[in-house]
């Protein structure tokens, strides 16, 4: 698009062409930049060799109006929208199943409780052979949702095989509402709360309650924010206010066009007494760092993990009539000590401010972050905590990588490992399910033998990844964790995914329950006055 800019550009002062059809010199004087913008598109729309689309065409130069700004600004195509709408609302309207694809089959993985497709008797492991007059043999993934989701009260007959079955069984499925859950685990290990949370959508902080009530209100929590990418401000305000005593700051934003604000928690939180770890990672941004900033600026909580992403930019949302939307930056966030929380950048230059986030996990460059990073205090035992934008944790830990091979990355990002527990499972569900019938069983009881190992073997190298016996001896273990997780997913949920992964995979999970359990001794002495935050 830039080139066709030049060449028109080129075009248009030389006069050549233009002339013959008849078409004005442009005014003299002119210099709004807008009027540039409104001409180069008037001659695109008139004289351009091929039809114009005019939707694709807007959209792009708003695209790189935007791109020359700041990281976050962004243009979102209607289709896009449809789906952060979604995601926000917390709900969509659908059939209410779990699908995988397994060789071109589009396989039932678990069907939403009490859902549409629950209530008409689909069960897991159905293959979906027919969607309308649809064949569904060799649909991709993401063609699925366009064809199960729709407006509710729709109908959709789908065709399926099940295993054991002669004939294929028909079904209508009338689409409803189907929550979009932003907790992903809540569960108790010995008094200890755990509560995982994938985004900030407009349930969050109702889903949070209950599931903290659910637990029993428990005396120590972990709050798990990592690879929370963040979402809606008011969500998160009220999560930290969860934790906080009324009247504390949570966060403010200023900008240059807007009135500076300041949140705080409107009433003492419900957990104000507890122990409380918050849990964060490269991956945690936005409403996550609020939360979490919030957290260590009261000396609220101890915070373990990674140093998180660094977005601190208020952004306003303009929906256009085609139902597309641009984000554009407003204001900065400040947590209640005063920090920045959006790290530097540079105006247009997208690449090198993503290229910086990923230097900032190396932990040579989190020290050399530090020498330069400005100085803070804590609001109630001042202890020292650094700006320049992210959380940096109290308690940093290395990242997990443990048991990664070149090998098993191959298998995970070719899908192999997916796609063998879901095979796996078409198989020994019905075993599975009456051996072990509640989740705590199967966390306990159930261990993956050799058998399964040498099946993903073999499923790997029918889809052409070569066994390395040296790469398998060092993953090995993480793959039977793996594998016993995905399982466990498809069989109770994804909270039963994180009950199994948490206790081995990762030191942050460790670090935070060998705390609260001695809590008077190693959590404490953290949040009192004089130690500065981030130690190994």
Sequence with gaps: MRRLSVLLFLSLLSGAGMQAHGEPPAAAGGSDPLQKFFQLYRYLDRFYIDQVDADALIGGAVEGMLGRLDPHSAYITAEEMQGVDASFDGEFSGIGVEFNILRDTLIVVNTIAGGPAERVGMQPNDRIVRIDMLDAVGLTRAQVPGLLRGKRGTRVEIDVVRRGLPTLLHFVVERDRIPLNTIDAAYSDDGIGYIKVNRFGRTTVSEFREAYRKLGKPRQLILDLRGNGGGLLEQAIE??????????????????????????????????????????????????????????????????????????????????????????????????????????????????????????????????????????????????????????????????????SPYYATLIRRGVVGDYATAYLEKERARLEAEYPAEELFVVGYAVDDAMLRGLVAEGEQRGIAFDEEDFAVSASRMRVQLKALVAQRLFGTGAYYRVVNPVSGEAYSRAVALLRDWEHLGRPLLEPGNAASAY
């Design 239 to 404: 999560m930290a206010g969860f934790f906080l005593p009324r009247g504390a700051r949570i966060v403010s934003t200023e900008g240059r066009a807007v009135a500076e604000m300041s949140y705080s928690a409107s009433s003492d939180g419900e957990a104000l007494g507890s122990e409380l770890v918050v849990l964060i990672d490269e991956g945690s941004a936005s409403a996550s760092e609020i939360v979490a900033g919030a957290v260590q600026d009261w000396d609220r909580g101890v915070v373990i993990g990674r140093p998180s992403f660094g977005k601190g930019l208020v952004q306003r949302q303009v929906r256009f009539d085609d139902g597309s939307a641009a984000r554009i930056t407003v204001a900065r966030y400040h947590t209640p000590s005063g920090r920045v929380i959006q790290r530097p950048y540079e105006n247009g230059n997208r690449r090198q401010y993503y290229l910086d986030h990923l230097r900032r996990y190396d932990d040579a460059a989190c020290d050399s972050l530090d020498a330069a990073a400005p100085l803070y205090r804590t609001l109630h035992a001042g202890r020292i905590v650094h700006g320049d934008g992210g959380i940096r944790p109290d308690i940093l830990v290395e990242a997990d990588t443990v048991g990664y």
